[in-house]
């Protein structure tokens, strides 16, 4: 049973434009929510991470907005840039880290 | 400073042979975690050491898969009759500490078993 279900697959984006990927959780005993950003051949790397109880976090361009009665939270890249393009994985983490299956996310220049 | 290093970068290997991948976390780190990943998915946690002792080896697939971290430093993965659907790179991460604690990934190592 997958943990932590993420959408979308795969997404385009005109450089400049805003980037939204969004995750769902069903284990109301996670109590913390990182992104990570991964390039071809690397590990994965923190990017952003949130805690239940704000509903919103923010970081440079990077945002995380945290919605807990819906079990939702999503990440807003805003003023996207070719450079941002890589896999991006949501997780939560109770005893253990469970992520997300990526997103893809290419901004086109 | 260092970050985490795995060896090798790239395992390749045939079906029945028996692999052994290894992890250098980051200096200080108590926490190590492994992870396996699949082409098109997100990482799969199959076992965390806090210090010496696994604290949670729960998501090893089976008896086959075991991993070690003798002196709380290094930590070696083993794999014995590999298997073809054991293909995937194998990713460590390690941390100061367990639950909120930034994970800092390796490289990964990629395996492939013909």
């Known amino acids: 049973q997958q943990q932590v279900k993420q959408s979308p697959q795969s997404l385009i984006v005109q450089k400049g434009g805003i980037s939204i990927i969004n995750c769902a959780y069903e284990n109301t005993a996670f109590d913390y929510f990182p992104w990570y950003q991964q390039f071809p051949g690397k590990g994965p790397a923190l990017l952003i991470a949130i805690r239940p109880d704000v509903s919103e976090k923010k970081e440079g361009r990077f945002t995380i907005s945290f919605n807990k009665s819906a079990k939702q939270f999503s990440l807003h890249i805003m003023d996207s840039q070719p450079g941002d393009s890589a896999t991006y994985f949501c997780?939560?983490?109770?005893?253990?880290?469970?992520f997300g299956t990526g997103t893809s996310l290419t901004v086109i220049p | 400073g260092a970050g985490v290093s795995q060896t090798p970068s790239n395992k390749v290997t045939e079906k029945g042979k028996y692999v052994e991948l290894r992890c250098d976390p980051i200096s200080g780190h108590t926490a190590l975690y492994w992870y396996r990943q699949s082409l098109g998915q997100g990482p799969e946690f199959l076992i965390y050491?806090?210090?010496?002792?696994?604290?949670?080896d729960s998501g090893l697939p089976n008896d086959r898969f075991f991993a070690v971290r003798p002196e709380g430093s290094v930590s070696t993965l083993k794999i014995q009759r590999t298997e073809r659907g054991d293909s995937a790179v194998y990713l460590c991460a390690s941390s100061s500490g367990a639950g909120y604690n930034e994970q800092f990934f390796g490289p990964g190592t990629r395996l492939t078993v013909l």
């Open positions: 997780a939560a983490s109770g005893n253990q880290f469970y």
């Open positions: 050491f806090q210090g010496t002792g696994a604290a949670d």
